[in-house]
């Protein structure tokens, strides 16, 4: 009789390219701000492209594509440290989290608090590039950077306090190009919380199970059975959101296209949900990869 393997959920790959190309020393720092898994850049930088295009009428500026772009590497990674700081000790009891640079004892939380330092010193100087407008409202988001790593402690809601920090980007750009937040833009950015509700309870999932005798909340703890049901509502109400405030940014015809495209893709993932297998659940979460594609395109297409 042949015995399944349970799979591998560690987040950690070793021999990947940071494993073989970087010093021993550079590693841990690397992990830290999740070079090696670039998907939370991903996620966090095409919503912004999309508020930026959307801003702009199909012509970004190149200058402030480069800042937000670096912008949303910096503060994913600065957040991504927080995170890790603040959950050190909850990390070593996860399947998925265990083998992290501060959980498995590479380095200390003092090394990891100055390179948070260092981290964030890095973003503050982008904020030199950007209007004294575009500059207050980048400061607002940095109580969620460092309040949602602790919301799990407290609430089953930390992907609705993650999404709103994620997605900032989306508030700053319109800022920086027009000098304002249109209320068609405010919808944009809630259609990214819904729709980050929606994946990281997929992402959720996996850690299910120790998340639950650790004693952690999370929106997947919270949905328990009915996540499939639930996620798909979220996914839902992220297309009307941005259908309706991409209408109020009077964006043309073919935004109505990527619209419905996003529609079916977000509802052929949400039928694929399998709460039982954590890692179909884990490849549908990188599947997200691709909805901030279609955002972006599709942002894209409504400035034609």
């Known amino acids: 009789m ?35 898994r670039p998907v939370g850049i991903w996620l966090t930088l095409f919503p912004c492209w999309a508020a930026l295009i959307q ?37 070593g009891h996860v399947e998925r989290t265990r083998f992290r640079p501060l959980a498995s004892g590479e380095i200390v939380t003092r090394q990891a608090f100055i390179f948070l330092t260092v981290e964030l010193a890095l973003a503050a100087s982008l904020l030199f590039f950007l209007t004294p407008h575009t500059r207050l409202i980048a400061i607002c988001v940095l109580p969620l950077v460092f309040v949602y790593p602790l919301c799990k402690r407290f609430t089953h809601w930390p992907q609705a306090v993650l999404g709103a ?21 405010l919808l944009m950015w809630a ?18 199970k120790d998340d639950a005798r650790l004693g952690l909340k999370s929106t997947a703890i919270l949905f328990g059975r009915h996540g499939q049901s639930l996620i798909g509502l979220f996914y839902a109400l992220a297309v009307g959101a941005w259908s309706l405030g991409g209408w109020l940014l009077e964006m043309s015809p073919p935004y109505t296209i ?39 395109c599709t942002a894209l297409s409504g400035t034609w």
Not at 7 to 23: A, Q, Y
Not at 195 to 205: C, N, R
């Open 2 to 36: 042949t015995t399944l393997s349970r799979p591998d959920l560690s987040d950690i790959r070793r021999g990947d390219w940071v494993d073989r190309r970087l010093p021993i020393a550079w590693r841990p720092y690397a992990r830290l701000a999740r070079l090696d």
């Open 55 to 91: 801003a702009s009428h199909g012509h970004p500026d190149l200058r402030q594509l480069a800042i937000f772009s670096l912008g949303a590497l910096l503060m994913r990674s600065a957040g991504s440290t927080v995170n890790d700081i603040a959950d050190r000790k909850f990390d």
């Open 165 to 185: 920090a994620f997605n900032w980007g989306m508030l700053m750009a319109w800022a920086e190009a027009t000098g304002h937040i249109p209320v068609g833009a």
């Open 191 to 208: 259609g990214a919380i819904a729709w980050q509700i929606g994946y990281d309870t997929i992402y959720a999932y996996v850690d299910l």
């Open 258 to 296: 990527g619209m419905l495209v996003i529609a079916i893709h977000l509802a052929r993932q949400t039928r694929r949900i399998d709460l039982a297998r954590p890692e179909v659940n884990y490849r549908l979460f990188l599947a997200n990869i691709l909805t901030g594609v279609l955002l972006a």
